[in-house]
């Protein structure tokens, strides 16, 4: 297997197995088992554990263009199309959350063990996240369009919605017992309630 094949299996390995066991409940021995390779071969690609999430993170920055979270609405925002920015933004983080739920368990992991991953995806994405989606609100505001709300804090609610409904689908209720939709359903839903409380 060539070099990049054999980094990339591994990381791949090691995402499953931090999201299923945490970081301090995985070692690098169980790493090297799962790719069929030897510890000495883990060793070759990352120096140590904290290296391989640092990677991983890395990885899923570049795979999902994490650090343009709004790309996907550009257009939108550039027509102050105010419903297709945030059902846009809405949709494309419920897709993410619900095809890459090992790396939100992973990240979850992280935040509770008080590892850097977690400090490093809020200092990479989510602070972004926030700067770019309140300066838009805030801009609406001047417009006249939006009500005089922290625009922060309107970002917290929208972002709260997404993330609850996303975590009690993955954890607490995979069924959909308690509310069965589309991702294209909740986004609208979540993307209409918001903006009837801030719209002027």
Do not use: W
């Amino acid at each position: 297997m060539a070099g990049d094949e054999r980094r990339q299996q591994i990381l791949t390995e090691a995402m499953r197995l931090f999201s299923e066991d945490g970081f301090r409940g995985t070692t690098t021995k169980k790493i090297a088992e799962a790719s069929g390779i030897s510890e000495a071969m883990v060793f070759r690609h990352f120096a140590n554990k904290d290296e391989l999430y640092s990677a991983i993170l890395d990885h899923k920055a570049c795979s999902h263009k994490l650090e343009n979270p709004l790309e996907s609405v550009t257009e939108e925002i550039a027509k102050k199309d105010d419903f297709g920015v945030f059902y846009g933004f809405a949709l494309n983080a419920l897709r993410h959350h619900k095809e890459d739920q090992e790396f939100i368990r992973l990240l979850l992991f992280s935040a509770l063990e008080g590892h850097d991953l977690s400090k490093m995806f809020f200092g990479s994405f989510v602070t972004g996240m926030y700067e770019t989606l309140s300066g838009y609100i805030r801009i609406r505001q001047e417009d006249g369009a939006f009500r005089d709300i922290e625009p922060k804090a309107v970002v917290r609610a929208f972002v709260g919605m997404l993330i609850h409904h996303s975590l009690t689908n993955m954890l607490f209720d995979p069924e959909q017992r308690l509310l069965k939709v589309t991702e294209e359903e909740a986004a609208r839903s979540f993307a209409t309630i918001l903006l009837e409380g801030i719209l002027n």
